[in-house]
């Protein structure tokens, strides 16, 4: 049987009342800010980087440029985030980590080709 969960607005997300996979991912993340003692813009920058070091999916892009964007951290950082790391983790996983924050957000990362 399909619960409801109440949203904030007061309508129901059919399907949604058992999350535990999410739910248990984002009592993690809240866990790891609040131990980390980084500034909310370090913290999600650090945690794109980490993103791109490990060639992780485009959904776990989702969530943490949306946040990024929420707590209002510029485009620019977060190239600068891609440009620092290259070095480090690879030209291939910068671009395809900035092919997936690109396509999913509509953000200008690499140029037209």
Do not use: H
Request: proline share 9%.
């Amino acid at each position: 049987m399909v619960e409801e969960t109440n949203r904030p607005d007061g309508g129901g997300v059919p399907g949604a009342a058992d999350t535990p996979v999410f739910d248990t991912l984002v009592e993690m993340t809240q866990n790891a800010f609040e131990r980390s003692g980084l500034p909310p813009e370090t913290y999600l920058l650090t945690r794109i980087a980490a993103l791109v070091a490990t060639g992780a999916s485009p959904a776990s892009y989702l969530l943490n440029v949306a946040a990024a964007d929420d707590i209002g951290v510029p485009l620019e950082k977060i190239q600068g985030t891609l440009v620092a790391i290259a070095p480090v983790v690879g030209s291939a996983r910068v671009v395809t980590a900035a092919l997936g924050i690109g396509e999913a957000f509509g953000l200008p990362l690499l140029p037209d080709m």
